[in-house]
């Protein structure tokens, strides 16, 4: 029998290489930044047409390249940064496997221009799928050009799986921003189709993270700094009460090296431990320096996770470091019972008068009008009335600290409700009497049985409905806000927020200015109350964050049913009679009343013989 096994043509093994170097847009992205960086460029450009899948360009002006090395520069394992493996243990460049670029030119057309300072004319060398189409000199300044097009040109299957341009395009901010925040001395742009996403001037990192995420940041972040044998921090951590709905802002650098640790960001995550509200997730900016030798960062292809030999000691110093920081820019409690309850406060409470719960009842309002006249529409009490919607939901907020008067009234006015259904019964008035269960369910009779409704499902089931219809056939009104709302996103989230600006302003919300790191609001849903929209806004990015919408479609139906989540009444909410009876005409007008959008159940009977049983 013959032989069988030979060796793989070089464009084929560079293609199989790719594989696991080149993903999508934004890892050529990060492989060319790196290059540039390697190159000791002081000034990086980046282009990209329709999210890089047509046209990627990065011009440096770092060392450039000789004829031969321009040449060599696309073989696979061909580096200029080791030379025995030695090495790998004193790296100091961010490459070093010599395969990023025969990687990216067996999948695209690949067009190099590179000079060094010493030479008089550059050199032009042009590649697709890893065939050298042409290599000839030309002018040009000293430094590196390259265009990467078309990529996966030859593999439609892996062209096919790239989503959306939106979707893409925010990976490769997610890259840029994790090289550029590595290195402030470096000034880098990223100009998209034609629109300038970052214009970024060398400068420190507290300057650089400010640029990136916006005007604000810079009163957020605390310093930190230590300095031990083995580690040196530096950096900043978001103050506590800035804390965000998402993972998004938390960075570790290691040795300029943007890496993923769940370690360590647990390390940090304890140093804030009591200082954060549930589900919130604090901000950092850390830089590490270890000993190069201390790290293996060979581990991984696409080189985020990194392995440190002596992890435990980084945690410790890590955590104590961040402690020590936020103890001493006065953010953190000295002493625990000396604690500051402000800190508590979600932040957009901060500066908010307390505010006395009360319940007050659309007084004016029949709940039997409507039936009367055979339509049962539903016209939520908060539509009509948001100030008493909005007092009930703010006001309940701190229930668990401290019982007021007032609170106190309220549950005994719940009482008197549940009296109301006993005595409704009784008069066999029963079919539209409610009471509430442990905060957290309705109750309603039914005319064989009972019924009950998990009021937070009902109302999310109800306002998702609502807000699809609002979408997608007639806008909702807004409420004109007095004063205009500027909030501050970073330039990602402002990318997210105008691909779904017009769904959102069909739902009320009026912007009246969006600029790169910030939005202005004049108008809100009327069932919204101002305070709740920021935590509304930051939910809703976060959930398109996490769940990455391919088409239209899916995107409205995400954006109901984040936003109703968000404005729907809670568990723990007490609601009056009207309230409670409002959510279950409400609901029971729905389209499909029987599940949350999440396609969780709503609601439960219990029929009369099963109750019988339960007493034989
Ligand atoms: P690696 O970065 O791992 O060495 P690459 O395939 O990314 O491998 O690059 C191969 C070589 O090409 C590098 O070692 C470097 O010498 C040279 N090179 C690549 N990009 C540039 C650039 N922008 N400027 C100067 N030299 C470059
Ligand atoms: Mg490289």
């Known amino acids: 029998m013959n032989d069988v096994i030979h060796l793989l043509p070089d464009h084929v093994a560079n293609q199989i290489a790719a594989g696991e170097v080149v993903q999508r847009p934004a890892s050529v992205i990060k492989e060319l930044l790196e290059n540039a960086i390697d190159a000791r460029a002081k000034n990086i450009q980046v282009f990209i047409k329709e999210a890089g899948k047509i046209l990627i360009k990065i011009v440096d002006d770092g060392v450039g390249m000789s004829v031969t090395d321009a040449r060599l520069s696309f073989e696979r394992h061909a580096t200029s940064k080791i030379?025995?493996?030695?090495?790998?243990?004193?790296?100091?460049?961010?490459?070093?496997?010599?395969?990023?670029?025969?990687?990216?030119?067996?999948?695209?057309?690949?067009?190099?221009?590179?000079?060094?300072?010493?030479?008089?004319?550059?050199?032009?060398?042009?590649?697709?799928?890893?065939?050298?189409?042409?290599?000839?000199p030309c002018s040009m300044t000293t430094g590196t050009s390259i265009s990467v097009k078309n990529l996966f040109y030859n593999i439609p299957a892996r062209r096919n799986f790239l989503k959306s341009d939106t979707v893409e395009t925010r990976h490769i901010i997610d890259e840029f921003q994790r090289v550029a925040l590595a290195h402030p001395n470096i000034a880098f742009s990223l100009v998209h189709n034609v629109g300038e996403l970052f214009q970024l001037p060398a400068s420190n990192y507290r300057q650089r993270i400010t640029n990136i995420l916006g005007g604000k940041t810079n009163e957020k972040l605390?310093?930190?700094?230590?300095?031990?044998?083995?580690?040196?921090?530096?950096?900043?951590?978001?103050?506590?009460?800035?804390?965000?709905?998402?993972?998004?802002?938390?960075?570790?650098?290691?040795?300029?090296?943007?890496?993923?640790?769940?370690?360590?960001?647990?390390?940090?995550?304890?140093?804030?431990?009591?200082?954060?509200?549930?589900?919130?997730?604090?901000?950092?900016?850390?830089?590490?320096?270890?000993?190069?030798?201390?790290?293996?960062?060979?581990?991984?292809?696409?080189?985020?996770?990194?392995?440190?030999?002596?992890?435990?000691?980084?945690?410790?110093?890590?955590?104590?470091?961040?402690?020590h920081s936020l103890g001493q820019f006065n953010v953190s409690p000295v002493l625990d019972f000396d604690r500051d309850p402000t800190l508590d406060t979600p932040y957009d409470y901060q500066n908010k008068q307390a505010s006395t719960p009360k319940v007050e009842v659309d007084r004016n309002f029949?709940?039997?009008?409507?039936?009367?006249?055979?339509?049962?529409?539903?016209?939520?009490?908060?539509?009509?009335?948001?100030?008493?919607?909005?007092?009930?939901?703010?006001?309940?907020?701190?229930?668990?600290?401290?019982?007021?008067?007032?609170?106190?009234?309220?549950?005994?006015?719940?009482?008197?409700?549940?009296?109301?259904?006993?005595?409704?019964?009784?008069?066999?008035e029963a079919q539209n009497s409610t009471f509430q269960l442990n905060k957290k369910f309705i109750i309603s009779t039914l005319k064989n049985g009972m019924l009950v409704i998990d009021q937070h499902r009902a109302h999310t089931r109800i306002l998702y409905e609502e807000l699809l219809k609002s979408i997608t056939v007639s806008a909702a009104v807004s409420q004109q806000l007095l004063f205009p709302l500027s909030i501050q996103f970073s330039q990602n989230e402002i990318a997210?927020?105008?691909?779904?600006?017009?769904?959102?302003?069909?739902?009320?919300?009026?912007?009246?200015?969006?600029?790169?790191?910030?939005?202005?609001?004049?108008?809100?849903?009327?069932?919204?109350?101002?305070?709740?929209?920021?935590?509304?806004?930051?939910?809703?990015?976060?959930?398109?964050?996490?769940?990455?919408?391919?088409?239209?479609?899916?995107?409205?139906?995400?954006?109901?049913?984040?936003?109703?989540?968000?404005?729907?009444?809670?568990?723990?909410?007490?609601?009056?009679?009207?309230?409670?009876?409002?959510?279950?005409?409400?609901?029971?007008?729905?389209k499909e009343p029987t599940l949350t959008p999440s396609n969780k159940p709503v609601f439960i009977t219990l029929p009369i013989e099963e109750l019988e049983k339960k007493f034989m």
């Open 496 to 590: 997210q927020l105008k691909g779904i600006k017009d769904a959102l302003e069909q739902t009320g919300f009026i912007f009246a200015e969006i600029s790169s790191d910030s939005v202005e609001i004049t108008g809100i849903p009327t069932s919204v109350s101002e305070s709740e929209v920021v935590m509304l806004l930051e939910q809703l990015l976060a959930d398109f964050e996490n769940e990455v919408p391919g088409n239209n479609f899916s995107q409205t139906d995400l954006l109901a049913k984040s936003l109703a989540k968000s404005m729907a009444v809670k568990s723990g909410n007490l609601l009056n009679s009207t309230e409670q009876q409002h959510i279950v005409n409400g609901l029971f007008a729905c």
């Open 83 to 136: 030379t025995s493996a030695e090495d790998l243990f004193r790296l100091n460049t961010k490459g070093f496997r010599g395969e990023a670029l025969a990687s990216i030119a067996a999948i695209a057309h690949v067009e190099l221009r590179t000079k060094r300072e010493t030479d008089e004319i550059g050199t032009c060398i042009k590649i697709e799928g890893s065939h050298v189409v042409s290599q000839e």
């Open 366 to 428: 029949n709940p039997f009008r409507s039936d009367a006249r055979g339509e049962r529409s539903f016209q939520p009490p908060f539509k009509k009335d948001p100030g008493s919607w909005d007092s009930l939901y703010t006001g309940l907020q701190g229930e668990d600290t401290e019982v007021s008067a007032d609170v106190r009234q309220i549950e005994f006015e719940s009482e008197e409700v549940t009296g109301n259904l006993f005595g409704a019964s009784k008069g066999g």
């Open 222 to 323: 605390v310093p930190v700094n230590e300095e031990t044998e083995i580690l040196t921090i530096s950096g900043f951590v978001g103050k506590p009460q800035f804390a965000k709905r998402t993972r998004g802002e938390q960075f570790f650098f290691v040795n300029d090296r943007f890496i993923k640790s769940p370690y360590l960001n647990h390390a940090v995550t304890q140093a804030f431990e009591g200082l954060l509200k549930d589900n919130a997730y604090p901000s950092y900016f850390l830089y590490l320096k270890v000993d190069p030798k201390s790290i293996d960062i060979n581990i991984h292809p696409t080189k985020t996770e990194i392995k440190f030999d002596d992890e435990h000691a980084l945690y410790a110093i890590m955590r104590s470091a961040i402690k």
